[in-house]
């Protein structure tokens, strides 16, 4: 039973308000801290310490429109929306539902931002516990949704006097085989630990993980590391908002010169996406390099949903990473192809 | 420092084989385990004992083949590709990198797959307790990616005996607000906490969480109420695959009967999006009802690029979730709208 942890919470802190000093209230209610632990410091009180607080209206729709300009400023990017929901990615990179702006624990007069700079804030909070010669690893933590599983956990948002992630790369298992998964996100599960036993509503703002670090490491990253940037994201738009932006980008197709021959069966493909929907007067020719349309409508319109038909295979062909150049011909048009 | 948990190793279980009985291997190596102690076990273990292994061969690219093979077979749908990584559901309704296949912890000549069905193999496991008089709940847990958040965590796949969330609706906070956040997935923490202690590299494939709860609930649901349906979900596929969904819906637009006028800023922002990509001989004339195209050029090519201006228009008016009909005139095209 050695080498195990323990998460315990701490009491009695109380309410916190702007100016309080956190490290003062903590080491009162938990004069047992000691050298190695790491607290679990809730956001909601380093925000409130902090004074990162709105006062809004307590009701109506002023409140409403108050709220609204609260998450508009917190707002880098909206990442997705669906009725009264709204993923956005913060100024600090945190994707959250309404930045993370909380209305719970506060009076109704006002709204609780996040923390401006979290791994800051978790540094001084250590710095300060290292004042009183406690040398303790901070973790701010907050609640969080996830996409693909219902129900919250708790991660961080700063961290300070630990490494957030374990690494695994170049280790081997018992096998010989080289770990494929390198890196553990341990200040999150940490900070799920800690929300074990600090529960919303019996006011314990602060957990203790003892028997997790010998020691703090005081060059460690903080938790901005765990941010994914969205060009490296394979989730940085909600699924509605990226389909939207493919018709966009449906809408405002350009030519792009062909460079290489375009893959026959994507090709292939992509005609028997559009066909079914296609003027029953138009047809199709089909070379390594080109799509040729013609209609055996001569009419201004049978040319005009010729143009449509030219426009539907070439979002098609684009939903297949085919670029196409259109060339007009007498008597119908060419598209040229090039795999993207 | 009353009301903590302790989260424990539980050290010397060994390698496991199919048909191993992991209640006995478990007794045996922590026979300081007791009633209302969660365990935390590895799927992985689970996995083995229960023969979900694929032969494989060592290396080459029948490796490779038998892999895909593998997890086409643990795939219900694709939700992202980018370079080696596939993200997919499986059919239990998890979203996993490569469907949660692994070749760690096991010989060359072998694969382990997720248990077939992780909440009854929890369920199977506290009876194999109960049954030695082991009043425990159980988690099955495993390693898995997040979509914005670098590093991974561990999450809950199986439970049985403790309710998956911590549900805080209807409560109230100390100033009178009620709580807007309902549902905390606790066996995800659990896992997470229990994650802490177990490691990768150091053969401890279970944890024991102490302290979290006072005695098991027979009735709880299992961890598959914490699986989001693609429905409800957000992020159900990759950005890049819904943007080429939203390119095949603009190929695939069919007539819409209007039903509702459009917003008209709305239109306007979609004429924005597509003139300037436009010929140049087209114009538009928009009513509140109608957007009516017209081209200077009587051509073939003219009425031919005139469809298409009006097809990109049609795309960008979907955009702003605005359907439409084409109706064809003499000199044009009518895109009649509606709200959809």
């Known amino acids: 039973m050695t080498d195990g942890l323990e998460v315990l919470p701490v009491r009695g802190i109380g309410d916190v308000t702007a100016g309080d000093d956190l490290v003062a209230l903590i080491t009162a209610a938990a004069p047992w801290l000691a050298a190695g632990d790491v607290l679990v410091v809730t956001s909601k009180i380093v925000s409130k310490a902090e004074g990162r607080l709105v006062e809004v209206p307590a009701d109506g729709p002023e409140r409403d429109a108050a709220r609204a300009a609260a998450l508009a400023a ?15 990615q913060t100024h600090h990179g945190f994707v959250m539902a309404a930045a993370g702006i909380d209305a719970s624990n506060v009076d109704k007069t006002h709204l609780v931002l996040l923390p401006a700079d979290p791994d800051a804030s978790a540094r001084r909070l250590r710095a300060g516990f290292l004042a009183r010669g406690l040398d303790v690893a901070v973790v701010v933590s907050d609640t969080m949704g996830r996409a693909w599983r219902n129900g919250l956990t708790d991660v961080a948002l700063g961290s300070a006097g630990l490494e957030p992630f374990r690494d695994h790369r170049g280790e081997t298992d018992p096998y010989g085989n080289e770990l494929s998964i390198t890196q553990m996100a341990v200040i999150d599960e940490l900070a799920a630990a800690g929300e074990l036993v600090k529960g919303k509503c019996d006011q314990v703002p602060v957990a203790v993980i003892r028997g997790y670090l010998s020691a703090p490491t005081t060059e460690a990253a903080g938790a901005a590391v765990l941010l994914r940037d969205p060009a490296s994201d394979m989730f940085s738009l909600g699924t509605a908002e990226a389909r939207t932006a493919g018709l966009l980008d449906a809408a405002r197709l350009t030519d792009t010169a062909p460079h290489q021959p375009a893959d026959p069966t994507a090709v292939r493909r992509a005609v028997a996406a559009v066909s079914e929907v296609w003027s029953p007067r138009t047809t199709v020719d089909l070379s390594p390099t080109a799509a040729v349309l013609r209609t055996a409508d001569t009419t201004p ?20 990473s085919i670029a196409t150049v259109l060339v007009p011909l007498p008597d119908g048009v060419r598209l040229e192809l090039a795999s993207a």
Chains 1, 2 share one sequence.
């Open 74 to 88: 917190e707002t880098a990017r909206v990442v997705a929306r669906r009725g009264p929901t709204t993923i956005v």
């Open 301 to 320: 319109t049978g040319f005009m949903r010729l143009g449509a038909d030219a426009h539907r295979l070439r979002a098609a062909l684009a939903a297949e």
